[in-house]
């Protein structure tokens, strides 16, 4: 973790040249490989194909395996499923100006960015009870703004101190809220704005996981990349060419004093792999089924084993026509219904028709992920109606991630205590294995956290 940092665009330039780093002037990169290594990569979304990247131009020998047939993982643009050529993200969506890794990759590999999120005069709703009103900061302001200004800047150098972590890792959101003054009408109000798990049973999230994401998700304008996301991972995979190979499960790690094997299947032949460094960028949820021989550190392996995963389903609703900007609305809407939260995921996009996005997360994302694709789609549509009267169903498609096998949730999500306990063991390396992934980043849950990864892991098998 503390690695990421001394990876950050502010670093000054004596800092880059005492860590054998040289600055591009916008982000550091290696220096040349001395001697090249061999280096296995496992996993192909972003946090592998950068290490990948980084690593191939400082003169490594790499490989990079990915079980899909495809570059990205949890960055998928869903492009065949509409009308018009319009299209939609089933993972992330949306980055910040301060996401300074992705602004970095997106500007070097010449892609374009549209604003999001930005909605001028157009309304965003709160549906709750069956009543729809106009959404307001009004509580946020009063419980949740104040909490994140005191939980600092997640970047910054040491973060998260000993001391937020005794105050605000240690208990909920609610719990939180709640020790504030909050009614618990107030905290019901401010769930529905934020998140579903705040306060499910025995496993409640951290309160400082979901502030955190916040100060995360608040710095500056957002921002999408236009005509889809997949076109970052798709351009750092056509860079590497043929060292990408896919459809190749990692089912084994073996590591002695002398080198990595790995036994892999590649569409169901086995082989083995040996290199000088394994990079192990697929999520812990897929990892903890996989054997690991002489076994990681005893911390490792709880991390690896405990390490919670948010769960997130999506349904998106392709319409004949925007009829919520003819009614003077962005198509936003917060609701206490199985719909979720609600956006125009076509902000931007051309065409009459619009698509609306149904995200659900925690709870409500497993009710919905647990019905057959029709029966959640029907759910779905009945209730964005109630939202939204004027929209027509025409098309729609779901995805849920609890169900994709190569990554069984969304994305890291601390439940109460575990930032305290597993944030030490994640980013560790073990022997010749070193560690990649949004998971393993201060910015987990996002693109920004799986590239600092990637070029926090290049770095430190560089100089191995
Ligand atoms: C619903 C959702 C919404 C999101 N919203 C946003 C957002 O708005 N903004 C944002 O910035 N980020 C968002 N994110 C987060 C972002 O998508 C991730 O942080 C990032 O894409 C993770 O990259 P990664 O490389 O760490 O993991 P992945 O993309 O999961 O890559 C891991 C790769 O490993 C492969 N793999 C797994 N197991 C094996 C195995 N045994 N052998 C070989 N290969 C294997 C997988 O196929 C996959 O390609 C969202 C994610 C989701 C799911």
Redesign the pocket.
């Known amino acids: 973790m503390k690695l990421g940092r001394s990876l950050r665009f502010e670093l000054s330039r004596r800092d880059l040249l005492k860590s054998a780093l040289v600055s591009t002037g916008s982000i550091a990169v290696l220096a040349a490989a001395r001697p090249p290594k061999r280096i296995l990569i496992?996993?192909?979304?972003?946090?592998?194909?950068?290490a990948a990247y980084e690593l191939v131009q400082s003169g490594h020998q790499v490989t990079v395996?990915?079980?899909?047939d495809?570059?990205?993982?949890?960055?998928?643009t869903l492009r065949d499923s509409f009308a018009d050529g319009q299209y939609a993200?089933?993972?992330?969506?949306?980055?910040?100006e301060t996401?300074n890794f992705?602004q970095h990759y997106v500007r070097s590999l010449q892609l374009e960015t549209i604003p999001a999120w930005s909605y001028g005069k157009l309304a965003s709703l709160v549906f709750r009870d069956g009543r729809r009103s106009p959404s307001s900061s009004e509580l946020s302001r009063k419980y949740v703004l104040p909490a994140i200004k005191e939980i600092g800047d997640p970047l910054s150098d040491g973060w998260p101190s000993t001391d937020l972590l005794r105050q605000f890792d240690r208990i909920s959101m609610a719990e939180l809220l709640k020790s504030r003054g909050a009614s618990p009408e107030e905290i019901a109000q401010l769930q529905i704005v934020y998140s579903d798990s705040w306060d499910n049973g025995t496993a409640p999230d951290s309160a400082l996981c979901l502030l955190r994401d916040e100060a995360i998700?608040r710095k500056g304008a957002s921002f999408r990349i236009r005509g889809g996301?997949d076109q970052l991972?798709k351009a750092l995979a056509k860079s590497l060419g043929g060292r990408l190979h896919y459809r190749?499960?990692?089912?084994r790690i073996n590591q002695n004093n002398k080198h990595v094997r790995v036994t892999?299947?590649t569409s169901g032949r086995r082989s083995q792999i040996s290199a000088d460094y394994l990079i192990c960028?697929?999520?812990f949820t897929?990892?903890r089924s996989?054997p690991v021989s002489p076994a990681f550190s005893e911390g490792k392996q709880r991390a690896i084993r405990e390490l919670s995963y948010?769960s997130?389903t999506?349904v998106y609703v392709q319409s004949p026509t925007r009829s919520w900007v003819t009614d003077g609305l962005s198509g936003y809407a917060a609701t206490d219904l199985p719909v979720g939260t609600v956006w125009d995921c076509t902000e931007g996009q051309s065409g009459a028709r619009g698509i609306l996005e149904c995200?659900t997360?925690g709870e409500r994302a497993r009710r919905l992920a647990g019905l057959p694709e029709p029966e959640r789609i029907r759910t779905v549509v009945e209730n964005l109606q109630r939202v939204f009267p004027g929209v027509n169903y025409e098309k729609a498609v779901s995805?849920a991630?609890d169900a994709d096998?190569?990554?069984k949730?969304?994305?890291?999500w601390f439940k109460r205590d575990q930032m305290a306990t597993l944030l030490p063991h994640i980013a560790r390396r073990e022997g010749r294995v070193f560690f990649?992934?949004?998971?393993?980043?201060p910015?987990?849950?996002?693109?920004?956290?799986?590239?600092e990864?990637?070029n926090r892991a290049a770095h430190e098998v560089n100089e191995s």
């Open positions: 496992a996993g192909a979304g972003l946090a592998g194909l950068s395996l990915d079980a899909r495809r570059p990205g993982g949890r960055v998928l993200e089933a993972g992330a969506e949306t980055f910040g996401h992705v998700a996301n991972p190749t499960t990692l089912e892999v299947n960028a697929i999520p897929v990892l996989i948010n997130v999506r995200y997360s995805i991630w096998p190569l990554v949730g969304a994305f890291a990649a992934g949004e998971h393993t980043s910015w987990f849950g996002w693109m920004q956290g799986a590239l990864s990637g």
